[in-house]
């Protein structure tokens, strides 16, 4: 063999690369269905009536939540991480076997366990729990493929060359303890099929909580599925790409540190803002709501703490795609950190609990956010697994602007939607009585689902500009290492 | 004193516990660089230098290889 | 120390961990005991009303529909007594719901029937005009799965204790019992002698048939839960 010298190894980055992209397509294009249908009910019966009981409204909303979630987001969370990993601490996971396997059998797994979920839930085979409907054979593989990934990250930061560990890198494996955490013990459930001795499907189980505790535990859980899915690894994201991408360090680091465990501290406190209202003692209540406002100091501190990593560069914004990217999905960020702790103060949230206005603030954070994040990543990612340059930047541009123009449309039509909702369901005549029934409340939102429906259509299409883009980027001109240094290198 | 109270308590006790540390630590990582202990900016570098041919910001000693946890 | 935490991978592993579960516990774990005692009046689900249960978690109604009133007049006055916690003790899972896309559902029982049920779910339009809920017509010849449901209530007896076959106290004095039968086919038995008293009420001349067959289609499972929820 002859003696190379050492690099960083993508194969395993690459694989949830692609992953990212398809997975991202499946679940928008399903979240583009759901919001014709609420529009428009006739596009339940999409392929006709005989396959209704698998395209209608309620079978599908699961599939798109946990297709973005488990699909687009933990593959762009697992992309970036055989990415950044690598690069921190600098080592190649090339110099070990060992990690090599353990990534590409964490890849195919995973690839096993996505294809059992979007089959079970098509099927109806669900627990019904948001964010973790799956039933206990496949919960056993997710945890497998957890199990798996905790090797690699712990694995990687073992053989490191680079003594301290990366803000990046902590964030990382606060999201593995995190969701660890929170998935074993929603997902505590006991096979019927083996307690009754052998009597009904063998894949049904029920849930070793009941009622007011079982939901108790799942809102912890589903709070934090968001903390440690969609806050978290996302933060690590950004603090890598940014001063990369921009050639500049984060502004504070100091800063960067502190906001990390301000947030570890906090973010489980404020777990108590979804049991509003409920069983759950009102002094806890009420802090739930205290600490969720104090949760925007944290935010912000990574929030801002960014932006102004882009202090004195600001022209970058104007003249990068990319940075304009994840400068949006910062500003995204402290929106949407901003308009929870407003949802959390119990007066409000009255108001907006199981209304649209929910889903507005749920879209805000996940398209400006997440979604924004995670395809800068990819973009500033493409072009040093492939070693070409970007294939379009004009096209990036016009990409950013559907999108943006997208998201706006989503939020602005839910929140009317949502307030509007609200605001007619308490609203009382002159004499006591309900002043509306409830299909006045449905039949009023109708232009807003509409306008959702388009502003979704439009993101979806940029994502489909974003795919399109990667794709051509593996056969674009060829770059030299020295182009890779900082700004991506891109064709106009 | 019933289960209540215990969780009040502990509450309580958790929070003040931790807000104390999370001082401490704004306290400690700005008095160790005006000591001049430690420079945390310059971590900071660790994403930027990040080639696998880079000079580590810190780089762990032989010694330390040998007998690292985790 | 805090430096010496940052350049230990395990231990500030722990540390990031402590912070993260001691929230949890604090939170959660002193509300079990209370909040799993059934209130008076509360029985556990019958096979029929079980399976049932499962169809609606099936098709996931609870996407669109909570099981969850508040304690706002505007609530009260549209749906009933607002929600105790008790009331949902051998709730398996929670269905309170996250979006309230339709009214909620925690006391249909109380206003609707089983005719008005049949109607709706296989034209909701035409019983609410406006209405964007689906049709469900497939849960008028799938047929329901009552091994599961019978499964599931074996489980709940032996593993949590749910008193079937045990007097429950009823809100007027009274105790009533939920039978659980003692095997499977006895459990078929019961829950086609239920689902007979549903399909009395309904209209569908194939739901009739079958049930007369001593079949029982998803929709006739589903009215049965449906009209429990009280
Ligand atoms: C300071 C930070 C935040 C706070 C205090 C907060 C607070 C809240 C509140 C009060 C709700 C509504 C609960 C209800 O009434 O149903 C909610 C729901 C939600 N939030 Fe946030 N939020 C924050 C940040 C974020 C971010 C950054 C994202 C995503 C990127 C996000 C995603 C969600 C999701 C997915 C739900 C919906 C849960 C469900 O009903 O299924 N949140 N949040
Ligand atoms: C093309 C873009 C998208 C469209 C058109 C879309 C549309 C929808 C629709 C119509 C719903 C159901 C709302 C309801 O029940 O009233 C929904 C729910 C949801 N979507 Fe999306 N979605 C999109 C992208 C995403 C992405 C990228 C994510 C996450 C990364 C996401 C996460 C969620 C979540 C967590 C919910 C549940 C909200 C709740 O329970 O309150 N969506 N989406």
Request: proline share 4%; with cysteine; charged share 15%.
């Amino acid at each position: 063999m002859e003696n190379r010298p050492l690099e960083y190894d993508y194969s395993v980055a690459k694989l949830f690369m692609f992953t990212t992209i398809v997975l991202g397509i499946v679940g928008m294009l399903i979240g583009v269905i759901l919001a014709f249908q609420l529009a428009f009910p006739s596009i339940n019966l999409l392929l006709g009536e005989g396959l209704a009981e698998y395209t209608n409204f309620s079978r599908l909303r699961p599939l798109h939540t946990d297709a973005v979630i488990f699909g687009f987001t933990l593959s762009g969370v697992f992309a970036t991480w055989y990415y950044i990993g690598q690069r921190v601490l600098k080592v190649s996971m090339a110099e070990s076997g060992f990690l090599m396997f353990i990534g590409k059998l964490h890849f195919w797994l995973y690839v096993v366990g996505v294809a059992a979920v979007v089959v079970s839930l098509f099927m109806g085979i669900t627990t019904s729990k948001e964010y973790a409907e799956f039933e206990w054979p496949i919960d056993i593989a997710i945890v497998i493929v957890w199990v798996l990934w905790g090797i690699s990250v712990f694995g990687l930061i073992g053989i490191r060359r680079e003594r301290s560990l990366y803000i990046s890198i902590w964030y990382y494996i606060a999201t593995f303890l995190g969701i660890a955490m929170l998935y074993l013990f929603n997902n505590m459930e006991v096979p019927t099929y083996f307690a009754s001795g052998g009597i009904g499907a063998w894949y049904h189980s029920v849930s070793m909580y009941s009622g007011t505790n079982d939901a108790l535990v799942q809102w912890w859980y589903g709070h934090n599925a968001v903390a440690f899915g969609f806050t978290v690894p996302i933060v690590a994201m950004i603090y890598y790409f940014l001063p990369k991408e921009s050639g500049q360090a984060v502004y504070s680091y100091k800063l960067s540190l502190l906001s990390f465990w301000g947030l570890m501290f906090v973010y489980l406190w404020a777990g108590g803002h979804h049991l509003l209202f409920s069983t759950v003692p009102d002094w806890m209540q009420t802090m739930g709501s205290v600490f969720s406002v104090i949760l925007i100091l944290p935010s912000w501190g990574s929030a801002i703490n960014m932006l102004l990593t882009m202090k004195g560069e600001w022209q970058q914004v104007a003249s990068s795609p990319l940075i304009k990217f994840m400068v949006l999905a910062s500003t995204f960020y402290m929106f949407s950190t901003l308009e929870g702790p407003i949802q959390a103060i119990k007066s409000v949230n009255a108001l907006a609990h199981f209304t649209d206005w929910i889903v507005g603030h749920v879209h805000d954070g996940v398209l400006g956010w997440v979604g924004f994040m995670i395809m800068a990543a990819l973009f500033h990612m493409a072009p040093r697994v492939f070693k070409r340059e970007l294939y379009s930047k004009a096209l990036m541009t016009t990409q950013f602007w559907i999108q943006t123009l997208g998201v706006v449309l989503y939020f602005t039509s839910m929140w009317i939607a949502g307030i509007t909702q609200g605001m007619m369901w308490r609203a009382h005549d002159e004499f006591g009585n309900l002043a509306y029934s409830f299909i006045d409340t449905v039949t009023v939102l109708h232009p807003y689902y509409t306008i959702r429906a388009v502003g979704g259509l439009l993101y979806l299409i940029g994502f489909f500009m974003f795919a399109y883009n990667i794709y051509k980027t593996m056969s674009a001109r060829p770059v030299e290492e020295n182009e890779l240094q900082s700004a991506t290198p891109m064709a106009a | 004193m019933d289960i209540a109270d215990i969780q009040a308590y502990a509450y309580f006790f958790f929070t003040g516990f931790l807000v104390l540390v999370l001082y401490g630590y704004i306290y400690h990582l700005y008095s160790s660089e005006r000591k001049g202990e430690r420079d945390y900016e310059k971590y900071g570098d660790i994403a930027l230098n990040d080639e696998v041919t880079d000079k580590p910001v810190e780089t762990i000693s032989e010694k330390e290889i040998e007998k690292k946890e985790a | 120390m805090f430096h010496w935490l940052e350049k230990r991978p395990f231990f500030f592993a722990v540390a990031v961990f402590l912070t993260i579960a001691f929230a949890g516990l604090i939170e959660i774990l002193p509300n079990f005991a209370q909040a799993s005692r059934p209130t008076i009046g509360t029985a556990p689900y019958s096979t029929l009303e079980l399976a049932g249960r499962h169809v609606y978690i099936k098709n996931s109604c609870n996407a669109c529909h909570s099981q969850l009133i508040r304690p706002f007049k505007a609530e009260t006055d549209r749906y009933g007594h607002y929600s105790l916690s008790g009331e949902y003790a051998y709730d398996r899972p929670f269905l309170w719901g996250s979006k309230r896309t339709g009214p909620d559902l925690m006391r249909v029982g109380n206003y609707r029937t089983t005719d008005w049920h049949e109607n709706h779910m296989y034209d909701p339009a035409g019983v609410v005009p406006g209405s964007i809920m689906p049709a469900y017509k497939w849960m008028f010849t799938n047929i329901a799965d009552v091994d599961t449901a019978y499964a599931e209530q074996l489980t709940i007896e032996s593993v949590f204790n749910v008193p079937y076959n045990k007097p429950i106290p009823m809100k007027d004095g009274s105790t009533s019992t939920v039978a659980l039968a003692d095997s499977l086919e006895g459990a078929h038995a019961s829950a086609l002698e239920e689902a007979k008293l549903v399909a009395e009420d309904m209209k569908n001349q194939d739901v009739k048939d079958a049930v007369a067959n001593g079949q029982i289609p998803e929709i006739v499972a589903l009215i049965a839960y449906m009209n429990s929820l009280k």
